[in-house]
């Protein structure tokens, strides 16, 4: 099983930046995937950002241009950079992980919140 942690969270005004940080550990190869996904109050848990071992990405239409996954295989680590940070991007952000044998893995998540 994949113990993930995130970090990076935190409030920042409209406009700024953060990047959030998962670490992967108790897997001796990378996930197949790794994700992160967000989830506001009352609102579904939703796909942000995903990215594969032979490095393709997908983002969510509403952060595309402005956030950016990227994956440190040394470290087995893998950021969102999050620019030009919204209001709408408020919520909790969570890590997940699918290994090469199809099991799900997820952070306790970061919280981010957008406001003036």
């Known amino acids: 099983q994949v113990q993930l942690v995130e970090s990076g969270g935190g409030l920042v005004q409209p406009g700024g930046s953060l990047r959030l940080s998962c670490a992967a550990s108790?897997?001796?190869?990378?996930?197949?995937?790794m994700g992160w996904y967000r989830q506001a109050p009352g609102k579904p848990r939703d796909l942000v950002a995903s990215?594969?071992?032979?490095?393709?990405?997908n983002y969510a239409d509403s952060v595309k241009g402005r956030f950016t996954i990227s994956r440190d295989t040394v470290k087995n680590t893998v950021y969102l950079q999050m620019n030009s940070l919204k209001a709408e991007d408020t919520g909790v952000y969570y890590c997940?992980?699918?290994?090469?044998?199809?099991?799900?893995?997820w952070g306790q998540g970061t919280q981010v919140t957008v406001s003036s």
């Open positions: 108790g897997s001796s190869r990378s996930p197949y995937v």
């Open positions: 997940k992980a699918v290994s090469l044998l199809g099991v799900d893995s």
């Open positions: 990215s594969t071992v032979g490095g393709n990405t």
